[in-house]
């Protein structure tokens, strides 16, 4: 008895595993309290044992003040001491996320949240939504900002005026905040707390900017975010190189091959300098490569490149497009092939709708696809394509036509009197790459009706993404409500909704600099379940 009466505090042995969080019993002052005194102490009481570390360091009081509280965590109860009086008539929030946890490590289900006022009345303004796309094992909170005059043209280095933790099943809310208009960001990190925002959070900007709270007891509901990888960085020519006889180009960002189809390559002193070719790396998109003719070795040049964009279609712009270097003249023995395919060698299920894409490891020239290049049936039949160059080295073929079920297919490539820009044939002159296409009896099929609750016109679109696949389909709804999603292979998918406000046929997250905003989304928890030769009807939502 007097060993267990001076050891540490701890939880108890024995008994079945705790697997649930400790949960908020009660609080001093009470939450929503008014003329609540500035000289206060805080406490909160919960229900087991508080690991004390959980709870240093991330409180967090909004309006902020001058000098961080002290906080003791005493057992079941948490203190939180003031080192200066509160200001009067002002709602205070305080808020420990979803990190309170106890000895076995388990963490709150909900906020930890406390509001009270020193005046005689308590803010009661809330924004609500959900945040998408959260990765396991992340923390996520949503920031806002309150407007004073004008945003700021970045909100990066700019602490934000509440912040509030997304709960585990990605709701969020703010409560008890001031009238006024307020830039909201949502963010996501395997750190429970995130002092700087940086590359590598997970970032999402809203689709309303400002979200204003017009009363004092306004209450703004769908406020959703889609967490994803956001640059913060301006988009811009980092350097260029020399690997090989060709510039290697890095940019800050990843490009888009398909906006990037003409790019227009020039330099500054060009003389008898011509740009012979310019391609994207397949791999990599943040690096490009530029051959030339007729420079002069040892000479210094500048590079200027334009009509390139970026993977959200931001546009290259000076003075970012521009970048020096030094030629000198390296002899390249390199022999070109082919890098990557699509479909890949061996592949199965194959839409019969799809494209072909040839991916080589340069630049080639005096190459003819359409006498070099068929697209060859079982039967030994030619499949009539359309080829197109998206680039020095990415070649795209189009069957004229939907491509038969259940049947296999050779892309046969003769390529002998095909060489790269330095005149090296390719090390394989006769290449082939076979793949099966999908059994369109086993295809399914999803039809139902999207009840939008405000007009979006034709701007709707419908995603659904299969369970543990990339295969992913897409349709534009009538202006009815009504859509069907034909050619499904069987299995589990989940649908999502958005808004195409620009029409590129693609969700747009938005940006940071400049501050832009997200294309309004919402993704359904729900699965559906698809069956070969089967539709699947009535599958109904709400946007």
Same mark, same amino acid.
């Given at each position: 008895m007097f060993l267990a009466g001076c050891a540490a505090q701890g939880p108890p042995g024995g008994g079945p595993v705790d697997k649930t969080g400790p949960e908020l019993l009660s609080?001093?002052?009470? /939450?929503?309290?008014? /003329?609540? +005194?500035?000289t206060t102490t805080v406490t909160l009481a919960f229900t087991e044992l508080i690991e004390p570390r959980s709870a240093e360091g991330n409180l967090v009081i909004m309006p902020a003040l001058k000098r961080t509280p002290g906080i003791k965590a005493n057992r079941k109860k948490l203190t939180i001491n003031f080192y200066d009086p509160l200001k009067e008539n002002t709602t205070y929030i305080l808020s420990f996320g979803r990190n309170i946890r106890d000895y076995q490590k388990n963490t709150t289900e909900s906020n930890v949240t406390l509001a009270f006022s020193t005046g005689d009345s308590l803010d009661l303004g809330q924004i609500a939504g959900e945040v998408f796309n959260i990765p396991k094992k992340h923390f996520a909170c949503v920031r806002a900002y309150r407007k004073s005059g004008s945003f700021p043209d970045s909100i990066l280095g700019v602490q934000p005026d509440y912040v509030t !933790?997304?709960?585990? /099943?990605?709701n969020y809310r703010f409560t008890n905040i001031a009238t006024g208009d307020y830039r909201?960001?949502?963010? !996501?990190?395997q750190a429970p707390r995130i002092p700087f925002v940086t590359a590598d959070n997970l970032i999402a900007t809203a689709p309303v900017d400002p979200v204003t709270i017009k009363r004092r007891d306004d209450f703004v509901q769908d406020i959703n975010f889609r967490l994803g990888t956001m640059y913060i960085n301006q988009f811009s020519l980092q350097s260029a190189s020399l690997v090989e006889n060709r510039l290697e180009l890095v940019f800050s960002r990843s490009l888009n091959d398909?906006?990037?189809? /003409?790019?227009?390559?020039? @330099? =500054? $002193?060009?003389?008898?300098?011509?740009?012979?070719?310019?391609?994207? =790396? #397949?791999?990599?998109?943040?690096?490009?490569?530029?051959t030339f003719r007729g420079l002069t070795a040892e000479q210094e040049y500048t590079l200027l490149v334009d009509s390139v964009f970026d993977s959200f279609g931001e546009k290259?712009?000076?003075? #970012?497009? !521009? %970048?020096?270097?030094?030629?000198t003249e390296q002899a390249d023995t390199v022999e070109p092939k082919i890098e990557s395919s699509v479909p890949n060698r061996g592949a199965k299920d194959i839409r019969l709708n799809a494209g072909i894409r040839l991916n080589?490891?340069?630049?080639?020239?005096?190459?003819?696809?359409?006498?070099?290049?068929? @697209?060859?049936? $079982?039967?030994s039949l030619i499949v009539p394509c359309r080829y197109d160059w998206l680039d020095g080295n990415s070649l795209k073929?189009?069957? $004229?036509?939907?491509?038969? +079920?259940?049947?296999?297919?050779?892309? %046969?490539m003769n390529t002998s009197g095909w060489t790269d820009i330095a005149g090296n044939y390719f090390e394989d002159s006769l290449?082939?790459?076979s793949f099966i296409t999908a059994d369109a009896n086993s295809y399914g099929s999803i039809t139902g009706e999207i009840k939008a609750r405000s007009a979006v016109g034709q701007a709707l679109v419908i995603g659904s993404r299969i369970e543990k696949k990339e295969e992913t389909a897409m349709v534009f709804p009538s202006e009815s409500g009504q859509y069907e999603i034909e050619d499904l292979l069987p299995g589990r998918y989940q649908f999502e909704i958005w808004e195409d406000l620009n029409q590129n046929g693609r969700w747009d997250p938005g940006r940071l600099m400049p501050f832009q905003t997200a294309e309004p989304y919402i993704s359904y928890p729900d699965w559906i379940n698809v069956r070969a030769r089967w539709e699947t009807a009535e599958v109904n939502w709400t946007y």
């Open positions: 609080t001093f002052p009470l /939450n929503g309290a008014t /003329n609540v +005194s500035p !933790a997304v709960e585990s /099943n990605g909201l960001l949502a963010i !996501a990190s398909q906006l990037s189809q /003409n790019a227009k390559i020039r @330099l =500054n $002193e060009p003389g008898q300098a011509q740009i012979q070719s310019f391609w994207i =790396n #397949d791999t990599d998109q943040r690096y490009a490569y530029v290259i712009s000076a003075p #970012d497009n !521009a %970048v020096g270097f030094l030629y080589f490891s340069e630049a080639v020239i005096n190459g003819d696809p359409e006498s070099s290049i068929s @697209l060859i049936k $079982e039967d073929m189009t069957p $004229e036509s939907k491509m038969s +079920s259940k049947t296999a297919y050779k892309l %046969v290449l082939t790459i």
